[in-house]
């Protein structure tokens, strides 16, 4: 079974083939951060309207680089949210439209069932059960996970999110957006003992994370030296700001691990890219014996491999997932947990 699939939750627009024999055929991205970098963070509606221009020419690039004809894809399936509403729209109708004009059923994918199921698209996929720490520019989430559909809540944030603390802070030190990829640069240069920033709910005895304080300490150390921050100062500050968020990451993942005896662990969302907390995990998954699992770098952040993959393993467990149903309604906001198995 050939599924096509289409996310355009936010600033990426992408496509991909995902076949159930033989693997992922081919994928596409277009990225939108150079437009919205101007502007400091996404712009819903240049979101949109920037999706609808690409999302036809990706979806040409996606069927050569295949081989396949259009007429090949059995299935279409596209992220319905959680998301940009207008964002979410394109992708839903040229899904919709797509289903229609070629008479095949359209699927809505859930975004975060994309990130969690995105490490079995790597080599060494890991088995199920595992625990999944979900960190992306809107969730930060620990999942556990006995199969396709089957998701446990364990713990979540309380108000930002890792990847949005990974980008105000870096807002905060003048680097731009996405801050997380630079913040994350300029920390390998600093000093960690100038700075050290809370480490909040560390110690909270539940699984549960906040973020924002950190993001006001971040403020608070920057704002004391308005006048001139040099760069070496920034680099400490990145760098005790990454060295805080990833203790906490780290730390609550190996609590989830103990409380439930599990021994692996999967990495997804934007924030998974991040090299400080691949590195600390590494370190503590030789140290305590536990597996963890990443998807590969380029389908951490968002991608439409993962949605067409997600697509297809719904439809393995339950063919009739996807209909010949063209009017549709996306789920801008969609808790992973009212996702049906
Ligand atoms: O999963 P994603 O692409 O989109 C959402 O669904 O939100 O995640 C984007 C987030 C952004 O906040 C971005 O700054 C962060 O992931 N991110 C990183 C890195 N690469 C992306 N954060 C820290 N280090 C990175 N290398
Ligand atoms: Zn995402």
Redesign the pocket.
């Known amino acids: 079974m050939l599924v096509l699939g289409i996310e355009s939750s936010?600033d990426e627009t992408g496509l991909a083939l995902y076949d159930t024999q033989d693997g992922l055929l081919a994928h596409a991205l277009y990225s939108q951060v150079a437009m919205h970098e101007q502007y400091g963070g996404v712009v819903p509606e240049l979101a949109s309207r920037d999706h609808i221009q690409r999302a036809i020419p990706l979806l040409e690039q996606v069927l050569a680089q295949s081989g396949r004809p259009r007429t090949a894809i059995d299935v279409i399936a596209y992220t319905q949210g959680p998301g940009l509403a207008g964002a979410l729209l394109v992708g839903a109708s040229v899904a919709c439209g797509l289903g229609l004009a070629l008479d095949k059923p359209v699927l809505g994918v859930h975004?975060l069932e994309g990130?969690l199921l995105s490490p079995l698209l790597a080599r060494d996929p890991p088995a199920f059960p595992f625990i999944a720490l979900l960190v992306?520019?809107?969730h930060t989430q620990l999942m556990r996970v006995d199969g396709v559909g089957q998701y446990a809540l364990l713990g979540e944030t309380l108000d930002d999110a890792a990847?949005?603390a990974?980008?105000k802070s870096a807002k905060l030190l003048g680097l731009g957006y996405?801050?997380?990829?630079a913040i994350?640069r300029l920390a390998e240069f600093g000093d960690p003992d100038v700075y050290s920033l809370p480490r909040p709910m560390l110690h909270s005895k539940n699984l549960n994370f906040s973020f924002s304080g950190l993001k006001t300490a971040v403020l608070t150390v920057v704002k004391n030296q308005i006048t001139n921050i040099c760069e070496q100062d920034k680099a400490n500050v990145a760098r005790a700001f990454v060295d805080a968020i990833v203790e906490v990451l780290v730390a609550k993942c190996l609590a989830a691990l103990k409380q439930t005896g599990l021994k692996r662990l999967v990495i997804a969302?934007?924030?998974g890219?991040?090299?400080q907390l691949r590195e600390a995990l590494n370190a503590q998954a030789e140290k305590k014996r536990f597996k963890v699992f990443y998807p590969e770098l380029e389908f951490c952040?968002?991608n439409g491999a993962m949605i067409a993959f997600a697509g297809a393993m719904r439809l393995q467990r339950n063919p009739d997932a996807a209909q010949r149903e063209y009017s549709f309604n996306v789920r801008p906001r969609w808790p992973l947990e009212q996702l049906q198995a």
């Open positions: 936010c975004h990130h992306s520019g809107g990847g949005e990974f980008d996405p801050g997380g990829p994350s969302g934007g924030v890219a991040n090299r952040t968002d």
